[in-house]
């Protein structure tokens, strides 16, 4: 059997890191910040809900009216970013360029291509998302029957391509990773 090398503990601390990460999205983040690109080829964000998934994909459903779905149609590559509060116990004992006297706050971002999806897929993932909100006594957003949630909403399903970690590390340690090459991460 070999002794554990530094690779060996990158590897580790990346699956650590990325479990931390998903959980916090899941558990904690809430809303997201999204990036599209507009027409003149300017990035626009706006907070959005979005459900990490698994494999860091992102699926949201929005309604047909909004201005991203053209934007995706046009250009699909977008960024979701979710940021929250220090992670408790974080240091931040050697600052890379300037001591502001802060810790780093907690980042997962999502690079990737949308895909518009079929009206079977937005009524699934809408009909989960809902459940789940209203079981914790979330109700105030209007409950659509499928007829609805077909006329009016659109399920997409942003494919990562690239996803950075802050935050989930050591003191200000960040994980950028490819997911069809980290497998597990």
Same mark, same amino acid.
């Given at each position: 059997?070999?002794?554990?090398?530094?690779?060996?503990?990158?590897?580790?601390?990346?699956?650590?890191?990325?479990?931390?990460?998903? /959980?916090?999205? *899941?558990?904690?983040? #809430?809303?997201?910040?999204?990036?599209? @690109?507009? %027409? $003149? !080829?300017?990035?626009?964000?706006?907070?959005?809900?979005?459900?990490?998934?698994?494999?860091?994909?992102?699926?949201?459903?929005?309604?047909?009216?909004?201005?991203?779905?053209?934007?995706?149609?046009?250009?699909?590559?977008?960024?979701?970013?979710?940021?929250?509060?220090?992670?408790?116990?974080?240091?931040?004992? /050697?600052?890379? *360029?300037?001591?502001? #006297?802060?810790?780093?706050?907690?980042? @997962?971002? %999502? $690079? !990737?291509?949308?895909?518009?999806?079929?009206?079977?897929?937005?009524?699934?993932?809408?009909?989960?998302?809902?459940?789940?909100?209203?079981?914790?006594?979330?109700?105030?957003?209007?409950?659509?029957?499928?007829?609805?949630?077909?006329?009016?909403?659109?399920?997409?399903?942003?494919?990562?391509?690239?996803?950075?970690?802050?935050?989930?590390?050591?003191?200000?340690?960040?994980?950028?990773?490819?997911?069809?090459?980290? !497998?597990?991460?």
């Amino acid at each position: 059997m070999r002794e554990p090398d530094s690779t060996d503990r990158l590897e580790t601390d990346l699956r650590d890191a990325a479990a931390r990460a998903h /959980r916090f999205v *899941v558990d904690e983040a #809430g809303f997201a910040q999204l990036t599209t @690109v507009d %027409v $003149r !080829g300017y990035p626009v964000t706006r907070t959005m809900t979005g459900f990490l998934l698994e494999d860091w994909s992102v699926a949201t459903v929005q309604r047909r009216g909004h201005r991203r779905l053209t934007q995706w149609r046009r250009r699909p590559q977008t960024e979701v970013v979710w940021i929250g509060s220090p992670r408790p116990g974080v240091t931040n004992d /050697r600052p890379h *360029v300037f001591d502001i #006297g802060e810790l780093p706050p907690r980042v @997962v971002a %999502v $690079r !990737g291509d949308a895909e518009l999806m079929d009206s079977a897929w937005t009524e699934a993932v809408y009909r989960r998302a809902v459940t789940t909100q209203r079981a914790a006594g979330n109700d105030r957003a209007p409950l659509r029957t499928p007829d609805e949630v077909a006329a009016e909403l659109v399920g997409v399903l942003i494919r990562p391509v690239r996803v950075r970690l802050e935050g989930f590390g050591q003191g200000a340690q960040s994980f950028t990773f490819d997911p069809d090459m980290q !497998g597990e991460a």
